[in-house]
């Protein structure tokens, strides 16, 4: 764990840039900085959370046990905030956080953050904005698992990772096969064979875990068709 000084981090969050040097300080004296490597737990489902979590650098995957098996529900690039909504609204964590690499996090206290929010509006405005950019984002991602076939819904997942996550057409998959199954609702089988036709058709190419897309518009055809 790291003490922090927030008034000279480089990587505040939007929010924070709005906050003054005296509130700086409280979420300073109230914020410490841990460091995860890849596959650590950053916190885990039906743990007490008292804590907001500031993803500062890398990537997480966020998960949540199901009646039969754990489902990934998506994943979240650095920088941005984890468990508002269940930390806000409850004191136990409905999901759990994994590193998809290594990553930095800092640990709020909820009453500090929560102090914050109350006596600088501006603050308060930006994390509002940052909820409703989550919760429209999990929107989209539940249309296109009812109303696209599983072809649409790969395409869909290689152009996040490619437009939202690398901002480049070229990257490493942060998830194995399984993984990739588990997020797009399919078999391992499905995935493989879906990235081989990818492949043949030059779409992509796909080799290991390195993905390069070769025809954008075309993917963005199939992931909008489905």
């Known amino acids: 764990m790291i003490n922090t000084y927030c008034s000279t981090c480089e990587l505040k969050s939007q929010a924070v840039e709005l906050l003054d040097e005296n509130e700086l300080q409280i979420l300073g004296n109230s914020c410490v900085r841990v460091e995860f490597d890849k596959g650590e737990t950053i916190f885990k489902q039906d743990a007490l959370s008292s804590n907001i979590i500031y993803l500062r650098t890398g990537m997480a995957k966020l998960m949540i046990k199901g009646p039969q098996r754990t489902q990934i529900l998506r994943f979240k690039k650095a920088p941005c905030y984890l468990g ?3 930390t806000m609204g409850d004191k136990i964590n409905r999901y759990s956080a994994v590193a998809l690499e290594k990553t930095t996090a800092c640990f709020i206290d ?26 429209l984002e999990q929107f989209h991602r539940c249309v296109k698992l009812v109303q696209n076939q ?7 997942h290689l152009l996040y990772l490619s437009n939202e996550i690398y901002l480049s057409d070229e990257f490493e998959l942060p998830l194995t096969r399984n993984e990739i199954a588990d997020l797009v609702c399919t078999s391992r089988e499905t995935v493989s064979r879906l990235l081989t036709e990818l492949s043949k058709e030059k779409i992509i190419s796909a080799n ?19």
């Open 208 to 226: 290991g875990k390195h993905v390069q897309i070769l025809n954008k518009p075309l993917l963005e055809k199939i992931s909008e068709k489905g």
């Open 150 to 156: 599983i072809y649409g819904r790969l395409a869909d």
């Open 110 to 135: 909820i009453n500090s953050f929560k102090e914050l929010l109350k006596i600088n509006t501006n603050f308060s405005y930006e994390i509002i904005l940052e909820l409703c950019r989550n919760e």
């Open 84 to 86: 508002l909504p269940t």
